[in-house]
């Protein structure tokens, strides 16, 4: 990926931060993108990149993130759609409130489709480019720890993926997804230290390796993405969690 200009949202921690350290290290120009200005800048000096301070679910941010890039490097050539939040949690669907699921809906769903929107456009300035989307094993599968909204918007993401992947490939453009089993993020490690019966129960059921999985590694799947070696790799779901749910002896 060298020289590649990439744009990372909810780059400034998790999953995020380690795709931005991976790309980096490979020789790609990193943009992080994320709402708070001490951890995202912090992520951009690691891997020498350029921070933008961006809410994705306002349409001026989105835009401005990739105008920024252009301005300050004159391309872009991969993007990765990382930005998410978890929603209300062991909460059955009747009980969502609207709030919550609307507030899920526009950083899950309606934020990869906005940034795709002015990412698409200013790779076809270039020739092409690459964009991941993260996506969950909660867009292959029910949720069974209460957050539909999640699992709702993360099936979403997955269907853009294919869509978007299906309209630009002849124009250069490849869409891909990863969906991550549960990994090591602030999202999860919260979780893990308050609930650790459950999020035992959760790993058992959903990795077949039996572990929580490290943000280095979907990093490792998202990089391979976004480079050059996946050339004929477009509209698939890369899945990042050990492996399917254990064996029934």
């Not at 992520?43 to 809410?55: H, I, S, T």
């Not at 456009?121 to 599968?141: D, E, F, Q, T």
């Not at 709702?152 to 891909?176: C, E, W």
């Amino acid at each position: 990926m060298n020289g590649k200009v990439v744009i990372v949202t909810g780059g400034s921690s998790g999953l995020g931060e380690a795709a931005a350290v991976r790309m980096a290290n490979d020789g790609a120009i990193v943009v992080v993108a994320a709402r708070r200005r001490d951890k995202g800048e912090a992520v951009a000096r690691k891997v020498g990149g350029y921070f933008v301070e961006a809410d994705v679910t306002r349409r001026e941010d989105v835009r401005r993130i990739v105008e920024e890039t252009l301005e300050r490097y004159g391309r872009l050539d991969a993007a990765v759609n990382n930005a998410g939040v978890s929603g209300p949690v062991r909460t059955p669907v009747a009980d969502v409130e609207e709030e919550g699921w609307d507030a899920v809906m526009n950083v899950n769903l309606k934020a990869v489709w906005m940034c795709m929107k002015y990412e698409i456009p200013a790779m076809l300035r270039n020739g092409g480019g690459a964009i991941v989307n993260v996506s969950s094993i909660y867009g292959l599968k029910a949720s069974d720890i209460g957050h539909a909204p999640y699992c709702a918007s993360k099936h979403g993401v997955i269907g853009l993926t294919k869509s978007a992947a299906v309209d630009y490939a002849r124009q250069g453009i490849r869409v891909n997804a990863i969906s991550p089993g549960f990994t090591r993020s602030e999202m999860v490690d919260p979780g893990v230290e308050a609930k650790a019966e459950l999020f035992k129960l959760l790993v058992e059921r959903h990795s077949s390796v039996n572990r929580l999985g490290e943000a280095e590694e979907a990093a490792e799947a998202i990089a391979w993405l976004c480079s050059d070696a996946s050339q004929f790799v477009n509209g698939t779901v890369l899945t990042v969690d050990g492996g399917p749910g254990p064996r029934l002896y």
